[in-house]
């Protein structure tokens, strides 16, 4: 059973930075795709950033381009986002997934397993 536990998150103040992990076990990690998505109260889960099996291919959503970076480690068995400029608007909780493929995708629905999620608050 593959499992992902995410961590790294926390309150920070606006401008400052974060850096989410997510620790995957369970399948052969470097075989698949991984993504981040988000949702806050009250909204729907949103695409941030995904990052296909090698790390070569990456995409951000339009809101996070030029301030998230989204990279794996395969060695480790862990997946990273590193959040630069954070808003308030950024607020929610994260959450890491994996795909059974090794191409990145924007799509929730492609991906097979979640993580439980880590709370960002970003406080304005």
């Known amino acids: 059973q593959v499992q992902l536990v995410e961590s790294g998150g926390g309150l920070v103040q606006a401008g400052g930075s974060l850096r989410l992990s997510c620790a995957a076990s369970?399948?052969?990690?470097?075989?698949?795709?991984m993504g981040w998505f988000r949702q806050a109260p009250g909204k729907e889960r949103e695409f941030v950033a995904a990052i296909d099996r090698s790390g070569g291919v990456t995409y951000y959503a339009d809101s996070v381009k030029g301030r998230f970076t989204i990279s794996r480690d395969n060695a480790k068995n862990t997946m990273y986002l590193q959040m630069n400029s954070l808003k308030p608007e950024d607020t929610a909780v994260y959450y890491c997934?994996?795909?059974?493929?090794?191409?990145?995708?924007?799509?929730?629905?492609?991906?097979?397993?979640w993580g439980q999620g880590t709370q960002v608050t970003v406080s304005s």
């Open positions: 369970g399948r052969t990690f470097s075989s698949d795709a």
């Open positions: 997934a994996a795909k059974f493929s090794g191409i990145a995708s924007v799509v929730a629905s492609t991906y097979a397993y």
